[in-house]
């Protein structure tokens, strides 16, 4: 009997966290009988899976529905879905707003699966029943491995709990096994993630088991690198630091968002921890390993933050030279306890702020690449482009880092390949490297 079959089309918008559950959708899909396919205007089935953290994200996602129900109008699209963030925190707004979409989901494991056999039964088709594992959407050689959903920080400028709930976090045994099915596949580089990884089980075992996870992790024989992202200031300590420089695989690189450093401004933004723990962290990781990678983030902007306050952040980041720092404005998201405050700064000063901030950062992020300069390091080829190699080390992470750019010549090498290069020359963000 001849098998049916459909195609389906997805954007993934947003975070690495909603990217995971886009593979896990994706995977189900085709385990049904599913085709993916990459233009829009070959897909039975487009769907959107949206971002709803911040306003212009908010945005962009709408602007990718609408863009995908020209689909609809003019091509094969017979069913247009919006999943994720957007319609987990707005399903009466966008249904009122959106006519031209199908189905509404929102970020729930049971709403995936739920979707996926709605849209198997759509298309009249019966496959394995869903069991398919992750389909990725990272390169076949890295995956992230997201080890918890939700937070119960409650940090009051933040909209993931409105969203997606408190902290639940993956039994370490389905992790491993998640872990291992990756690194059998190919995957090499392993990202771990979660809105907070460093409470990771908490909720399960009653207390923080991230270090556990981080060891049993590099125990996976195929796996070369394992990078921990999205730490949470206050449960990042010494331990921690001394399992990842001890452990090979784990890479000395660590993103631990701060967002600020001002004590009062901590206690507003409901930020847990303080300036002297965070200090205290930063020069451990400086003493236990120099070469370290410290990543954050920090918000300029935050209602009621004064000039001094503004002036202590920038103080503190000129002092303690973070390798890489995101910097955002402060944005007014509904729902959230931080809207309501008085003292809200006006786009100019948030600008203004932000410029100056990120200002000082290139020229820390350019001195900490320089002193690189000379170095040889182990790198993973990301990407190939004509007689370009695009590759990353330790040092930077997928996606949100710069590169070490070298040239290809008559290399025989592919994308996944790892490699030593010496590094010959640094830019702001990137370095330039030649094979040795
Ligand atoms: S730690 Fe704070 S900012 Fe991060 S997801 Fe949780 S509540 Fe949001």
Known sequence: MERNTASVGLVSLGCSKNRVDSERLLGMLVSYGFTVVNEPSRADVLIVNTCGFIDSAKEDSIVNVLEMAQYKRDGRCKCLVVTGCLSQRYPDELRAELPEVDVFTGVSAAGYDELAKKLARMFDLNG????GGRLLTTPPFRAYLRIADGCD???????????????????????????????????TELTVIAQDTTSYGMDLYGKPMICELLKALARIEK????????TYPNTVDEALIDTIVSEEKLLNYIDMPIQHIDSDMLKRMNRHGTREHIEHIVEYIRRAAPDFILRTTAIVG????????????????K?????????????????????????????????????ALYTMQQEISMRRNAARVGGTERVLVELITDDTLYCRSYAEAPEIDGFIIVER???????GDYMDVRLTAAREYDMIGVPI
């Open 302 to 317: 935050f209602p009621g933050e004064t000039e001094a306050q503004f002036a202590e952040l920038l103080e503190f980041f």
């Open 153 to 187: 920080n409650c940090c009051t400028y933040c909209a993931i709990p409105l969203i997606r709930g408190g902290r639940k976090s993956v039994p370490m045994e389905r992790l491993l096994d998640e872990a291992r099915s990756l690194a059998d596949g190919g995957v």
């Open 223 to 230: 796996l070369k690198w394992i990078r921990l992202l999205y």
């Open 128 to 131: 394995n029943a869903g069991c």
């Open 409 to 415: 010549g008559d290399r025989d090498v592919k994308e």
């Open 319 to 355: 002092r303690h030279n973070f390798d890489r720092l995101g910097a955002f404005t402060y944005s007014q998201e509904d729902g959230t306890p931080a809207a309501e405050y008085e003292g809200q700064v006006c786009d100019e000063e948030k600008r203004r702020r932000y410029d």
